[in-house]
């Protein structure tokens, strides 16, 4: 929980913005109007008003009343309650949330009166772009009575939430849609927006974020809106944003009673009741007072078929920051999956893959500790004894968990494929392209492609690997793009929201869409994959950078819509890693092999993504 002191800055600030940005015209902000807000018995849903900002932020409010509906004793600590007399406006919101700072002495069922300050408070602060929470600040509360019956939740349903996501935020006011009356009937945003703080329920609802370990998992309440195959919403496009999501939390301290344990496809059969809150990494969360049950759907993690003689399998996947201080029982179930679920490919490019101490800062940059733990741990599971390459990158220069020196490696099966060594290659070594014997050759190999370009900075330098089956070269590039940090969240204020990380994604595309052009000018039919975990959609600009000019073909789109996804973010099944070919690589064989995302218990919280091909 952040403390009070921060709370009361980002508040202070919102307050600040607010005025500037003339959301207060006309609010009081005299001691004399203030006074007259009080004597007028101010209601709940005078202080949430019609917009997202309080008509009312900054001022003293004296003697609201309502009945206490949650109470959160863990966290930011506080309690909701809500006026059992509704106004005749389906924009204004009959509950609040009143921060107390330290346990509430309050129970639900308790009616109370309230006084304190209003203040809107932003999860994960101004730079966030989060929209604010309004709520009670610094509150003097007196309990009228208790055991009184909670206003009957509001429930929602396919129905209640409308299909369009947001409005368009006001370009006079940056792109936020604060200052916008809210439209509950039309804009999912809007209808939640309109019950901040009210006691809300859901119904039997499909699973479709599986439970992580903040204990929290998402549910729809629109089964059939982009569903998956195996019972996720798709995300499919920036205009698509899946409205029937919605997070569930427990207000029931985990000690008390342990969260349930959920899968993508699971179902959380009967009622889930409690306030609607605002959370920095869900945006409108269900604070659950009572749980449905989960029901499990019986989800079970594939498994890829082998490669016939004739193709070449070449997968990608992240390892999520492995170092040899992890337990073995990691190492163990990642090198399972890669025999079992993936039928050991005869490439395979990590992703994370971190330096032999982890996250230790010493100056540490080599990785053959790790690989190696990682590698024996394969052939122990029954898989071939696979080879590797890669460049240790300069220390702490290519971003991640700090000390980390995260890299991507080259295993592969010198059983059916072989490596092309050309020496030189280092962190800093740009390895190019030249003519050998009629073909594409790399002057280095393994080599970085372009690596002190600035598109790399605190990144993940492209790693390129040739390679031979029987024969024929290919060429791989292993990649690990820039994060989303910083990006605003897609229920940011501002609509559309900010994605400031993409400018350097866009540039790091467009330097492997470059290098590819090379390949390609100097052998039209060269085979070239890029792989990898790009962090950005298949339909993103990202992706239209790195295909430019018809160089690559992102061959998850090969895929039936409902199967396109690697991870799964906020109840959203969406794409991060993928493969993408040359235009010689023809009748090629795509999976996104779903074996972590939706689960609660997950090795990786990428899913593996292999492709076959006949060179």
């Known amino acids: 929980m952040p403390a009070a002191s921060s709370r009361t800055t980002a508040v202070s600030a919102v307050v600040t913005a607010a005025l500037a940005a003339g959301l207060l015209t006309g609010a009081a902000t005299t001691s004399a109007s203030a006074s007259t807000t009080a004597d007028a018995q101010v209601r709940i849903h005078d202080i949430q008003g019609s917009t997202r900002i309080s ?16 109470v959160r004793t863990y966290g930011s600590k506080g309690f909701w309650f809500q006026d059992p007399q509704a106004d005749a406006d389906p924009a204004t919101s009959e509950g609040i949330f009143v921060y107390t700072g330290s346990a509430p002495t309050v129970a639900v069922g308790d009616a109370v ?44 349903t396919s129905r209640s939430v409308p299909s369009r996501y947001t409005p368009e935020g006001d370009p006079a006011a940056g792109g936020s849609v604060n200052a916008l009356r809210l439209q509950p009937s039309r804009y999912a945003l809007d209808h939640y927006e309109s019950l901040e703080g009210m006691n809300v329920e859901v119904g039997t609802s499909r699973v479709v974020g599986a439970t992580d370990t903040h204990a929290e998992l998402w549910v729809t309440v629109k089964p059939h809106e982009n569903d998956a195959r195996r019972g996720g919403t798709v995300y499919g496009s920036y205009t698509s944003q899946n409205t029937g999501r919605l997070q569930i939390q427990s207000l029931v301290p985990l000690a008390q009673q342990p969260f349930p344990k959920a899968n993508v496809g699971d179902v959380l059969s009967g009622a889930t009741e409690g306030p609607l809150d605002f959370t920095q990494y869900g945006g409108y969360t269900l604070t659950a007072r009572t749980m449905g049950t989960v029901v499990d759907r019986g989800l079970r993690r594939e498994t890829t078929r082998k490669q016939r003689d004739g193709e070449l399998a070449v997968a990608t ?10 337990p073995q029982e990691k190492f163990d ?4 999956a890669v025999v079992d679920n993936l039928a050991s490919p005869d490439v395979l490019a990590l992703e994370e893959i971190q330096d ?18 990682f590698i024996a741990a394969i052939e122990a599971a029954g898989g071939p004894a696979y080879d590797w390459r890669s460049i240790d990158p300069q220390d702490k220069k290519d971003g991640g968990e700090p000390g980390g020196n995260i890299r991507q490696v080259f295993l592969f099966n010198p059983e059916r494929v072989s490596f092309t060594d050309r020496a030189g290659g280092d962190a800093t070594s740009a390895t190019e392209v030249v003519r050998e014997r009629g073909r594409a050759a790399l002057t280095l190999s393994p080599g970085r492609i372009d690596p002190t370009n600035p598109a790399w900075e605190n990144s993940r330098k492209p790693l390129v690997g040739e390679f031979s089956f029987r024969g024929r070269p290919v060429f791989v590039v292993a990649n690990h793009f820039a994060s989303k940090g910083g ?4 229920f940011s204020e501002h609509q559309p929201p900010t994605r400031s990380s993409e400018v350097q ?9 470059t290098f590819v052009k090379k390949l390609l000018s100097t052998q039209k039919n060269a085979d070239v994959l890029v792989v990898g975990d790009i962090n950005d959609f298949e339909f993103s600009g990202t992706t239209e950078a790195l295909t430019a000019g018809g160089v690559l073909y992102p061959a998850i789109k090969s895929l039936p819509r409902s199967e396109r996804y690697s991870y799964v973010y906020q109840g959203n099944s969406q794409v991060l890693d993928q493969i993408l070919t040359s235009p010689s690589i023809r009748g090629f064989h795509y999976d996104s092999v779903h074996i ?11 899913d593996p993504q292999v492709v076959r091909f006949r060179p």
């Open 55 to 70: 008509p009312l932020v900054g001022q003293q409010v004296t003697g609201v009343a309502g009945v206490v509906t949650g």
């Open 113 to 156: 009166t309230v006084s304190g300050t209003v203040t809107e408070y932003v999860p994960g602060g101004l730079d966030s772009g989060n929209q604010s929470l309004t709520q009670i600040s610094k509150p003097a509360v007196t309990v009228v009575s208790s055991g009184n019956a909670l206003p009957a939740p509001v429930r929602i």
């Open 317 to 326: 996947y992240n390892v999520e920051n492995l170092d040899p201080s992890d």
């Open 333 to 336: 179930a990642l090198a399972a």
């Open 356 to 373: 032999n101490n982890g996250s230790k800062s010493d100056g540490t940059v080599a990785a053959d500790q790790t690989v190696e733990k």
């Open 487 to 490: 990006d605003e969240s897609i």
């Open 505 to 513: 994604r866009h540039a790091q595309a467009e330097t492997v869409n």
């Open 596 to 606: 972590n995302a939706e689960f609660a218990d997950q090795n990786s919280d990428h």
